[in-house]
């Protein structure tokens, strides 16, 4: 083991869902630690950039199209990783999407689409990658969620349901999976502006509501995550599976306090 618990170098990885957001800053955090990234994204030419980025910190990077949806794809990822880095150290898996619509209004399409990238895509893609981790008896899965993985919310009811989930996945993998050496956790962001939600941030008073209930007072920033997603892939996170760790300015434990004393 190395001296610095929080040393990637040597390690290879893979962050789905990197083009941007969260993804493209956890992908920059791990390359930081010195792990060598393949990353993923729909469409490769998204991915161009980031590689420029990973690169440019010293680390071998590769853009590889997934579609989180198509299990011929997730199923040929392994292969893609280990020719060209030699081992799956750790998998981040981030891909998401979301679908706004009052519940009676969520068509069979929608729901699919949302629970299927968020959750189903998630499970395949650790499902993939577990058979050579538990061969090296080394591993580190960590499945994206949100504040929504403890709370309800109006207006996305598949999202929600795909976030809870996730947690419950996180820790029946995380049982399985730890006589294997293999840890999984749930990491769950707060309020981040993304490509995602960029439409509510563009409501001023919307933003200024939910500021408001965030103890720290302001929403995640870039760099916020960098430390947690740096811990949770590296030697230092060996005893800690099936947890899921919420970054988000307190927005959570201080939410039913500034929702009763409205």
Not at 26 to 40: E, H, Q
Not at 98 to 114: F, L
Not at 139 to 168: D, E, H, K, Q
Not at 210 to 232: C, K, S
Request: aromatic share 6%.
């Amino acid at each position: 083991m190395k001296n610095n618990l929080f040393d990637l170098s040597g390690q290879a990885g893979i962050v789905t869902g990197a083009s941007r957001g969260l993804g493209r800053m956890m992908a920059n955090a791990l390359a930081g630690a010195g792990m060598d990234l393949a990353v993923t994204s729909r469409t490769l030419e998204s991915l161009t950039p980031v590689v420029k980025e990973l690169e440019s910190k010293g680390v071998k990077a590769q853009a590889v199209r997934l579609d989180v949806t198509k299990e011929p794809q997730i199923r040929d990822l392994p292969k893609a990783v280990l020719d060209r880095f030699g081992r799956i150290d750790a998998l981040v898996n981030n891909a998401g999407m979301n679908i706004r619509k009052p519940a009676v209004d969520v068509s069979w399409e929608d729901y699919d689409t949302v629970v299927g990238t968020n959750l189903k895509g998630a499970f395949f893609c650790a499902r993939a990658v577990a058979p050579e981790m538990i061969r090296s008896r080394y591993g580190r899965v960590v499945n994206i969620g949100s504040c929504t993985s403890v709370f309800g919310m109006s207006g996305i009811a598949p999202y929600v349901t795909s976030r809870a989930g996730a947690l419950g996945m996180t820790r029946a993998l995380a049982v399985e999976w730890a006589p294997h050496g293999v840890t999984v956790n749930l990491l769950a962001p707060g309020w981040f502006r993304t490509g995602q939600n960029d439409a509510l941030f563009r409501n001023e008073e919307w933003a200024k509501m939910i500021r408001g209930r965030i103890p720290a007072g302001r929403f995640g920033q870039e760099g916020d995550l960098d430390g947690i997603v740096v811990y949770l892939c590296s030697p230092a996170a060996r005893y800690m599976t099936g947890q899921i760790v919420l970054v988000d300015g307190g927005f959570t434990t201080g939410a039913t306090k500034a929702i009763a004393g409205k």
